[in-house]
């Protein structure tokens, strides 16, 4: 298994260098493409509907159980990143820490099925970031396809087993509902206070 999973790695990796755009594409998915996640999270919520927000807790939720299984799992399986063992083409710096499983393809997924799972168009694409962002961090030389499929399994059903629990549990769901009225009506309460200092400024 490990054997072939470096023959991959040599395959992927072996792309970098080859190509000043790619490696450019590359480089910046694995250092900035998560900042896609959280600038999307920010924009259902602010969308101002139920079904977004109910969403984006769940993916948030999910989030924070799949990360946790990852530093558990890294814990038990302390993996070298390739660059440690072998001569890699090493596009970027990283810290020599451990390689398994990928922390960038478990957030990335777990975000993107978790989008997925509510909304399926716009879903697609952001599975299609993840697994850009997953095969970027073996194409700069930090993480073995392993890594990343390990991370986008453990992301991947952290959110499907979210979603599922809490759609079958009535007392979380009402907790949640709960949560956002309340988060609501002060938000309510700032729009308004907003605009009345804003109507008020206008007037003088």
Same mark, same amino acid.
């Given at each position: 298994m490990l054997n072939l999973d470096y023959k991959w790695f040599? /395959?992927?990796?072996?792309f970098a260098g080859h190509s000043a755009l790619w490696d450019g $594409?590359?480089? *910046? /998915?694995t250092n900035d493409g998560e900042y *896609?996640?959280?600038?999307?999270? /920010?924009l259902y919520w602010f969308t101002r509907t139920n079904s977004n927000r109910r969403?984006?807790?769940?993916?948030?939720?999910s989030a924070c159980a799949a990360l946790g299984g990852s530093v558990i799992l890294s814990r038990l399986f302390d993996r070298d990143r390739p660059f440690v063992d072998h001569h890699v083409h090493l596009l970027i710096q990283h810290a020599a820490n451990? %390689?398994?499983?990928?922390?960038? +393809?478990? +957030?990335a997924f777990v975000v993107a099925t978790a989008i997925w799972r509510s909304r399926r168009k716009e879903g697609w694409g952001w599975l299609t970031l993840a697994a850009g962002i997953a095969i970027s961090r073996v194409w700069?030389?930090?993480?073995?396809p392993l890594d990343i499929l390990s991370g986008a +399994?453990?992301? %991947?059903? +952290?959110?499907? $087993?979210?979603?599922v629990g809490i759609s079958k549990s009535h007392t979380v769901q009402k907790v949640i509902t709960g949560a956002i009225e309340m988060y609501e009506r002060m938000e309510d309460k700032i729009w308004r206070v907003g605009r009345n200092q804003k109507g008020k400024t206008v007037k003088g």
């Open positions: 040599q /395959l992927i990796n072996g $594409i590359m480089k *910046f /998915l *896609f996640f959280f600038l999307g999270i /920010l969403m984006v807790i769940e993916a948030l939720v451990a %390689s398994f499983p990928s922390d960038h +393809a478990t +957030a700069t030389g930090v993480h073995y +399994a453990i992301g %991947s059903a +952290a959110a499907i $087993i979210i979603h």
